[in-house]
């Protein structure tokens, strides 16, 4: 409660020694991007939502429940704990007037003996999240974009969901067929179009034909919308002070075109619906740091809501807009999305082009990000792109390892790239994706950034993520 002052960061202060800890791990604000570990005293280190501390021989955790007010992050040091909860509005501070504001729920666990790190993070996890939004059956098929990047069609993506359904088992469960980037109006070159979602390009003439025939075949269709992207007729009034390309939605119009782009596409047929970029569009940043965003600008409806409330709702809009669609959100707020989305792709993009982006990205972010499966959302670590630019000899090590890891599986199907060995590791580890699995645990995350190290299904399995020449300069 701040009737008379514009708030911008709450910090509380926990004294005491920390001293037996030996490694901390902090989480991310949205995706990982292949930088999470555990790592000794950095009294400076931003760790977003939670941490983890070990001891040698138990781990304990503190945090914040999912749907907090704010965005908070955490320090440590020999002397105690601080924890940062940052409210303004945008890159000022807030204004609450008379308001009371929620700011956060912190959490804590002891840890217990005999229970290993990944567990314990795991159950904690659980403990920030009550009400996690699940899907009744594992999540898996095919995403085009690490293949066509864009550059898709009607008929790749017909193409595409026969392919995932070909090298899927029969069953009960069927695989998604996702069209990512590529089918907007008036896309051009730029990685994204213009913010129209009403209809295809012209290499897209009939959505709703289009889901109903991938349907056919056997798959699940998918599509990928960027919905704060700013349409070149949107009112002045609707667009976001920091940057007039994107909408603000803090203006009602908004929040109903968001809906309204969301609800088409699930009319059109379209069982699951990924959005992206709102926390890059909102920021204008990605690894966000402490500072989240540039200082002085504030929503065109005024500062009187914190930036975590104005994303909270915009993820309501989206959530009731989709309705029986399953929702996965990319680039989104990771402690906001538990208990909004079915799915949140964790980590940032794996490659179809580049082992060492998928190497750097996916493993880190499944290890380091995994205990979040099941107690937050599905965790999608990204997808194996399947393709000739990348040597299959490590390409289908990650395949391997996430098919047995218990979360979500979706591969990019270049169609020149699918050769015999191909096909044949594809269809073994989606027809384990499709079935139930306990979570993949990494056994030497405390040592490397890459863990090799695995028990799978109860077993332990060993991966090479480097090639016999190591790894190039970045």
């Known amino acids: 409660h701040a009737p008379a002052v514009a708030v911008r960061r709450v910090h509380l202060r926990w004294r005491g020694s920390l001293s037996p800890t030996r490694l901390i791990l902090g989480d991310a604000w949205e995706r990982g991007y292949g930088d ?10 931003i760790m977003p939502w939670y941490l983890a501390t070990h001891d040698g021989s138990l781990t304990h955790a503190y945090g914040v429940r999912t749907g907090a007010g704010a965005f908070c992050f955490w320090q440590a040091d020999p002397g105690g704990l601080s924890l940062w909860a940052d409210v303004r509005s945008g890159g000022a501070g807030v204004e609450l007037g008379e308001r009371l504001l929620p ?8 840890g217990r003996a005999g229970e290993s790190a990944h567990a ?3 159950a904690f996890c659980r403990q920030m999240c009550p009400k996690p939004l699940l899907p009744p059956h594992p999540v898996y098929g095919s995403n085009d974009w690490y293949w066509a990047y864009g550059k898709n069609s009607a008929e790749t993506a017909l193409a595409d969901a026969e392919h995932i359904v070909e090298l899927s088992p029969a069953g009960g469960n069927r695989p998604f067929s996702v069209i990512d980037d590529g089918w907007q109006p008036i896309r051009g070159e730029a990685k994204a179009g213009v913010g129209s979602w009403d209809r295809g390009n012209e290499k897209f003439p009939d959505l709703p034909g289009l889901a109903a025939r991938i349907r056919r075949a056997g798959a699940r269709p998918g599509l990928w919308i960027r919905p704060l992207q700013a349409p070149a007729e949107a ?7 920091r940057d007039r390309t994107v909408l603000d939605p803090t203006v009602p119009g908004v ?60 993820y309501r809009a989206i959530r009731a807009a989709a309705a029986g669609s399953l929702v996965i959100g990319c680039n989104t707020v990771s402690h906001l999305s538990a208990g909004q989305f079915e799915i949140c792709r964790v980590g940032d993009d794996t490659s179809g082009t580049e082992w060492a982006r998928t190497r750097k990205m996916g493993v880190n972010t499944l290890a380091f990000r995994g205990p979040q499966h099941g107690a937050f959302y599905v965790a999608d670590a990204d997808c194996v792109g399947v393709t000739n630019a990348v040597p299959w000899a490590l390409n289908r090590q990650w395949l391997d390892l996430l098919a047995r890891s218990g979360t979500m599986l ?18 073994a580890a989606l027809a384990l994706a499709a079935d139930p ?25 060993s991966y090479h993520w480097v090639g016999e020449d190591g790894v190039g300069p970045p």
């Not at 999470?36 to 280190?45: A, F, H, T, Y």
């Not at 009112?235 to 002070?241: E, I, M």
């Not at 990494?442 to 040592?447: A, I, K, S």
């Open 437 to 461: 699995h306990p979570l993949a645990e990494p056994l030497d995350w405390q040592r490397t950034v890459t863990p090799a190290r695995w028990r799978l299904l109860g077993v332990e399995r």
């Open 36 to 45: 999470l570990e555990w790592r000794g005293w950095v009294p400076d280190r």
């Open 255 to 314: 929040l109903e075109k968001v809906a309204g782009d969301i609800a088409r596409l699930r009319e059109w047929g379209f069982e699951l619906i990924k959005h992206d970029y709102t926390t890059y569009d909102l920021f204008g940043r990605f690894q966000m740091g402490s500072a989240l965003t540039r200082e002085g600008w504030s929503f065109a409806s005024g500062p009187g809501r914190t930036t975590a409330e104005v994303i909270a709702e915009l």
């Open 235 to 241: 009112p002045d009034s609707w667009r976001l002070p």
């Open 410 to 427: 979706f591969v990019s199907l270049a169609p020149d790239a699918l050769g015999a060995a191909e096909r044949s590791d594809l269809k």
């Open 120 to 122: 314990a993070l795991h």
């Open 103 to 110: 700011v956060c729920e912190v959490v804590c666990r002891a």
